[in-house]
């Protein structure tokens, strides 16, 4: 197992926590000291087939012992994400950890996916990082505690994506954001860091989709684990990677990923060859 970080005294700005990844990521550093802002769009399931909410999340990390904070955010909202970092602040005094895992999904070909939902997933996802991330910026060159800049996205490798053009464009845009801030802002030993998982994770979108089955999926813990394991670093010295889960577990000292499998036997590549399709685990070369 890695040695998982001591995140007391820090606090973090999540988007996206409803359910899924930004909930378990939200749990996980909660579990390890750390305060949560608890980011999204739903605030009332009761009318919902889905559960979860921003509050349940924060509520959820509160019972570890964490100071929390719930803010609604459409992280397309210029205005509303600059008042959210504000808000944020002024709660927990410091944010030092800013997570961008807020996302939109469609898959489907230039001809079948409309214009209206190209602009959605791309204002979302590669806007939504960008105003995010500015957003605090300024407040992170001078926080006390280690600065971090992380987003769920993946490694740019391809130049076209038939299928999901524009669901790629819009990840990768996430990504390609992210990893040119690092470079920006390296002086100010802000660590800015992409993660992504090489599998597909079971959540409320690989379900919907139907991208797979229980033996396609891993739980979202080893996301989770992989982000801890990434803030159990310096960000002056590890800034700039494009992290796969795997391979920065397997890097810790991480062999056997059995217990985040949903079924016997680990699951295909499918999330890494979505976006690298000459993507293989080092033990397949």
């Known amino acids: 197992m890695t040695q998982k970080p001591d995140l007391s005294?820090?606090?973090a700005f999540i988007t996206g926590t409803t359910r899924g990844i930004g909930k378990q990521l939200a749990l996980a550093l909660a579990e390890r000291g750390c305060d949560i802002v608890s980011t999204g769009k739903t605030v009332d399931d009761s009318d919902s087939d889905l559960e979860g909410t921003?509050?349940?999340?924060?509520?959820?990390?509160?019972?570890?012992?964490?100071?929390?904070?719930?803010i609604q955010l459409d992280v397309r909202d210029e205005e509303a994400v600059e008042a959210a970092a504000e808000e944020a602040i002024d709660e927990l005094d410091e944010i030092n950890i800013v997570i961008n895992n807020a996302s939109a999904i469609q898959m489907g070909s230039v001809e079948e996916l409309p214009a209206n939902r190209y602009d959605l997933l791309n204002e979302v996802n590669v806007r939504g990082t960008y105003l995010v991330s500015r957003a605090f910026i300024d407040h992170l060159k001078d926080v006390e505690e280690d600065a971090w800049i992380l987003t769920n996205a993946p490694p740019v490798e391809r130049d076209r994506a038939p299928g999901s053009a524009a669901y790629a464009w819009s990840k990768m845009g996430m990504s390609f954001v992210t990893l040119s801030m690092a470079q920006e802002l390296a002086d100010d030993e802000i660590g800015c860091n992409t993660f992504w998982p090489v599998t597909a994770i079971d959540?409320?979108?690989?379900r919907y989709f139907e991208m797979g089955t229980e033996d396609d999926w891993r739980t979202p813990e080893i996301v989770s684990d992989a982000v801890l394991e990434i803030l159990a670093r310096d960000p002056a010295e590890f800034t700039g990677n494009r992290v796969y889960d795997e391979d920065i577990l397997r890097e810790a000292g991480v062999e056997d990923f059995s217990e985040y499998n949903l079924t016997e036997?680990?699951?295909e590549p499918t999330s890494?060859?979505?976006f690298d399709p000459d993507y293989s685990r080092p033990d397949d070369d």
Do not use: N, S
């Open 54 to 70: 921003i509050h349940k999340t924060a509520e959820a990390c509160a019972e570890k012992g964490v100071e929390t904070h719930a």
């Open 203 to 206: 959540t409320r979108a690989t």
């Open 265 to 267: 036997g680990d699951p």
């Open 9 to 11: 005294g820090q606090a």
């Open 272 to 274: 890494a060859q979505l």
